[in-house]
Structure formats: structure tokens, C-alpha cells
């Protein structure tokens, strides 16, 4: 079964610092990679995903990620981060199998971001 | 257009009572998928439907249960409620067609249960 790991339970960090927030997953096959953001009392949207292709993938608002897959990673980067990136982040892992497998989240990483 | 809408947004409910939770997916999207989703984890599998056919069920008890309509709407119901059911129930709709690229998850605003 898959897995996914977010080792940083909550980050905190002042405006302009950069940001890097990691996920490892643990499946052996092909899989599709996504981030997604909660801002505060907001619903999840996606921020970037990969699916094959060039490993470093651009997102929405600045946000890029990096699918190393000797080291089943992707990781979230920003180099400056504003407040208003204070948010719960996750990380999800499917696979492109039998017309897509539901999501398998990781527990989340919430950003305080601090003028 | 309108994105995945889910009602009603809050509900609170006493234990062993039963609840349904509604779903309507975007606009041409057929598949729709309901997560659980408890204070400071990740959201969690429950089930995913396509034309109206179920096409996974995550780790939950038989108490959970689900169908979609036609119009491929959706509801989650949930008998016998427990204390431990409070969370937030998030769906999802996403595109079944075109280049798997395209194939994402878009997710409504959710509904807040808590059962007292």
C-alpha cells in the first residue's frame, strides 16, 4: 500500500526566507505526485503535480517541486515565502493505474509565515 | 462555472443518529470521491465513484455508505454516529478524458460534521 510522509509538522518562517517542505512517499511503481494548499477556512486546491516528463515541476503563486525518484521525494520549494502562504500544505501520491487510484495523502505540514 | 459544491457546510449531529452528506461534481466531470478529513491529518479515502458504479472504498465500516446519481451527483451517508465520525467530509470531482496530464483532483470547501 501506499504511503506518504511529511516530516515537518509545522514550519515557521519569516517573509522572504525560503521555503523547502518535504514528502517522501513509498511505492515501487510509476506514481503521480501533487501538492495541494488549505489556506485558513478555505477549501484544498492544487498547487502543482507531476505526472511524467521533467522532474522539476512549476506551480501556481511561486511554488515549485522536484520529483527525485531515487529517493521517492518531492519536495515543495519557494525561494521567498509572504505571509500569505501561511497555509497547511500536502502532499499526495496516486498511481496511473485502472484509471487513476484515489489520492493517499500525507499528514500535512502547516506554515506560519511571520512578518 | 461552478466548482464541486458540497452541503450542507456545517451539521451537528448526536451519537447513533445517521447523516448524508451531498455532493455535486464540476460540470462534465463523472467521477467523484469522498474523503474524511480529522483535525490535523491528512484527508482520508472513503470512496470513489465513476458512472454511477463504485471503484474503491477506503478502510472505513460498513456504517459508511455512498451513491451517485445520475447527473452524477453524489451523497455519503453515515448510520450509527460516533464521536470519532466529527471531521471535516471533503469530495472530489475530477476529469475522466483527454491526456492523463489532465486527470486532476478538484476538491469542494467540505462539510463539518461534529457529533456530540
Known amino acids: 500500500a501506499q504511503s506518504v510522509s511529511q516530516h515537518n509538522h509545522h514550519v515557521i518562517l519569516s517573509e522572504a526566507a525560503s521555503l523547502e517542505l518535504g514528502c517522501n512517499y513509498s511505492y515501487g511503481g510509476t506514481v503521480n505526485l501533487f501538492w495541494y494548499v488549505q489556506y485558513p477556512g478555505q477549501h484544498l486546491q492544487l498547487l502543482l503535480k507531476?505526472?511524467?516528463?521533467?522532474?522539476l515541476v512549476k506551480g501556481i503563486k511561486g511554488f515549485e517541486a522536484e520529483f527525485i525518484k531515487s529517493k521517492f521525494s518531492f519536495n515543495l520549494r519557494k525561494p521567498s515565502v509572504q505571509w500569505s502562504d501561511t497555509a497547511e500544505y500536502f502532499c499526495?501520491?496516486?498511481?496511473?493505474?485502472?484509471?487513476?487510484?484515489?489520492?493517499?495523502f500525507g499528514k500535512g505540514t502547516r506554515l506560519s509565515v511571520i512578518a | 462555472d461552478a466548482g464541486v459544491t458540497q452541503s450542507p457546510t456545517h451539521l451537528i449531529k448526536t451519537r447513533g443518529q445517521h447523516v448524508t452528506l451531498r455532493c455535486s461534481p464540476i460540470s462534465g466531470h463523472k467521477s467523484v470521491s469522498w474523503y474524511q478529513q480529522v483535525l490535523g491529518q491528512g484527508p482520508q479515502f472513503i470512496f470513489q465513484?465513476?458512472?454511477?458504479?463504485?471503484?474503491g472504498r477506503g478502510n472505513f465500516p460498513d456504517r459508511f455508505s455512498a451513491r451517485q446519481f445520475p447527473n452524477y451527483s453524489s451523497e455519503l451517508n453515515v448510520n450509527a454516529l460516533l464521536l470519532g465520525d466529527s471531521a471535516l467530509y471533503l469530495c472530489?470531482?475530477?476529469?475522466?478524458?483527454?491526456?492523463?496530464?489532465?486527470?486532476?483532483?478538484?476538491f469542494g470547501s467540505g462539510t463539518r460534521l461534529t457529533v456530540v
Open positions: 507531476y505526472f511524467s516528463g521533467d522532474p
Open positions: 472530489a470531482s475530477r476529469v475522466d478524458r483527454g491526456p492523463p496530464a489532465n486527470y486532476g483532483y478538484t
Open positions: 499526495a501520491v496516486n498511481t496511473p493505474y485502472s484509471g487513476n487510484t484515489p489520492l493517499v
Open positions: 465513484y465513476y458512472e454511477k458504479e463504485e471503484r
